[in-house]
Nanobody, 117 residues
Framework: QVQLVESGGGSVQAGGSLRLSCEASGSISRINAMGWYRQAPGKQRELVAGVSSGGRTNYADSVKGRFTISRDNAKNMVYLQMNSLKPEDTAVYYC???????????WGQGTQVTVSS
């Protein structure tokens, strides 16, 4: 069992920045990859950025060059630095942890990001 808690969301003007944080607890030794997803109203949940246990990262094309995912395994934390925010980035952002030995993954409660023009 893994618990994920996101923080750092809020409301910003276009062009601004936010840093999201996700803290994991529970069976953290079994966590493999972690990632950030987002879901806008009326839209499908989509992968924004992911990071493997070895530090490999991948990003959605829409956020490349603007967002950076990082992971601190010692602190059981994953972060998403979001720069040059656009109104289309407005969504609820969710932290996800994928487990070893299983297809099971866990989700945080989500944190709202709102970008105004």
């Amino acid at each position: 069992q893994v618990q994920l808690v996101e923080s750092g969301g809020g409301s910003v003007q276009a062009g601004g920045s936010l840093r999201l944080s996700c803290e994991a607890s529970g069976s953290i030794s079994r966590i493999n990859a972690m990632g950030w997803y987002r879901q806008a109203p009326g839209k499908q949940r989509e992968l924004v950025a992911g990071v493997s246990s070895g530090g490999r990262t991948n990003y959605a094309d829409s956020v490349k060059g603007r967002f950076t995912i990082s992971r601190d395994n010692a602190k059981n934390m994953v972060y998403l630095q979001m720069n040059s925010l656009k109104p289309e980035d407005t969504a609820v952002y969710y932290c996800n942890a994928a487990m070893t030995y299983s297809s099971r993954s866990y989700w945080g409660q989500g944190t709202q990001v709102t970008v105004s023009s």
